[in-house]
């Protein structure tokens, strides 16, 4: 099934090979650390021949997120410290430290919708999965970490997750109910302004910086003020990360 990449895709993609190949020893073509510090080519992520599925990557099973593991992962192709595994796909409640990914993006017990930008639809699986690289774009690390939006106002997460933005949260018709996002923090004897840490005492006392609630530059809340995306393990008294 050729649902999101056509043969003008596939064109493209063996052009920009070809062309990147024959520069490749004077060109870095993508963002580090995707490039040049760690050695990382076209040719590690992408085969022109004998691929399997249709956009060419260099995958056993032609799945997005088994070419990041085989980086991202403990004795993958590079040395790295963000690794990462399936084992870590969350299952709220039950397991997992990481936002999941290969999965529907519609799934209507955590009320998620396709996303509506186009780049985040482009880069669903032929099956409307969400993948790794519906969130990041491998190529560019102009929004870092290469993300396809930038999420400083949750544009990324309140795309798939809009049933929980501020208009549907505030009207209380019955939909189901989240926590406000976008509003500012008072600073008032009700609301800890900056708020208070796992210790009782003003962020960051305690020396814990991944467990600090994230605001906006207008102190707002957002999503990332209580959701980590990866690496999280819903646990404030210990230090999140790779
Ligand atoms: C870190 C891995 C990685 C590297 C390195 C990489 N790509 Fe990709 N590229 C991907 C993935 C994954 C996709 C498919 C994304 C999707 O649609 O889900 C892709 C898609 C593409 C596409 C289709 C258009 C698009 O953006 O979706 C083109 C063209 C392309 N790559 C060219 C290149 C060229 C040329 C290079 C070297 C300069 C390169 N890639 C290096 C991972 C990589
Ligand atoms: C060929 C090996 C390789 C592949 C394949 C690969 N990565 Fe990476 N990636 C790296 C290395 C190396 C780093 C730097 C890790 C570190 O700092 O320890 C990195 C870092 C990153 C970072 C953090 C960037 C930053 O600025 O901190 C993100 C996000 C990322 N990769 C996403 C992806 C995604 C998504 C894919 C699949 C499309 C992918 N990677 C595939 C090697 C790879
Ligand atoms: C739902 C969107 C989403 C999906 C799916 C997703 N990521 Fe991420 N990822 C993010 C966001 C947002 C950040 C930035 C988080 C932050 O700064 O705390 C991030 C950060 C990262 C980082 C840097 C972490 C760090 O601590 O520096 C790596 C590496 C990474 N992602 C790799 C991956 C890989 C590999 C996959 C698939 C196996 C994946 N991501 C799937 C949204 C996503
Ligand atoms: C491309 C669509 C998409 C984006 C972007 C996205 N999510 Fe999700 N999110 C989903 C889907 C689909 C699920 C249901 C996952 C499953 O099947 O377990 C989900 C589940 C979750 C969960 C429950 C844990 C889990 O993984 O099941 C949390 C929490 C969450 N998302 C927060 C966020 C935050 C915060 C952001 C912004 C960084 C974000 N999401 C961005 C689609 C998305
Ligand atoms: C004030 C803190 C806070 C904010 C802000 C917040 N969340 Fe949550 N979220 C939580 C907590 C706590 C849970 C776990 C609830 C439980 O165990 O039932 C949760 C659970 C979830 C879940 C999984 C359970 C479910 O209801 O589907 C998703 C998905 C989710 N949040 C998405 C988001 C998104 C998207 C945003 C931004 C629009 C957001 N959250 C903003 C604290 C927050």
């Not at 189901?176 to 900056?194: D, I, Q, R």
Request: negative net charge; hydrophobic residues 30%.
């Amino acid at each position: 099934m050729m649902k999101k990449f056509g043969n003008t895709k596939i064109a493209q993609i063996l052009i920009l090979i070809s062309v990147t190949l024959t520069l490749a020893t004077v060109t870095v073509a993508q963002d580090d650390p995707h490039g040049g510090t760690n050695s990382i080519y076209c040719e590690q992520c992408h085969i022109t021949h004998n691929s399997l599925g249709d956009i060419l990557i260099n995958a056993s099973d032609s799945l997005v997120s088994t070419l990041c593991l085989s980086c991202h992962s403990p004795g993958g192709w590079v040395p790295m410290t963000k690794e990462l595994s399936s084992a870590d796909k969350a299952d709220p409640g039950v397991t997992g430290t990481s936002h999941a990914w290969d999965v529907a993006a519609i799934n209507t017990e955590r009320s998620t919708q396709l996303p509506q930008t186009q780049t985040l639809l482009d880069h669903l699986t032929a099956e409307n999965k969400i993948t790794c690289a519906t969130c990041h774009d491998p190529h560019a690390n102009s929004v870092s970490p290469f993300l396809r939006l930038d999420n400083s106002a949750d544009a990324l997460c309140l795309d798939c997750h809009r049933t929980r933005d501020n208009s549907s949260v505030r009207t209380y018709t019955g939909s189901e109910l989240s926590h406000p996002v976008g509003n500012a923090l008072p600073a008032t004897e009700f609301y800890h302004n900056p708020p208070l840490d796992v210790d009782g005492n003003p962020q960051p006392s305690d020396g814990n910086t991944t467990n600090d609630y994230l605001l906006g530059a207008g102190d707002e809340v957002r999503c990332t003020s209580c959701h980590g995306i990866h690496y999280t393990d819903s646990e404030s008294s210990t230090t999140d990360g790779p």
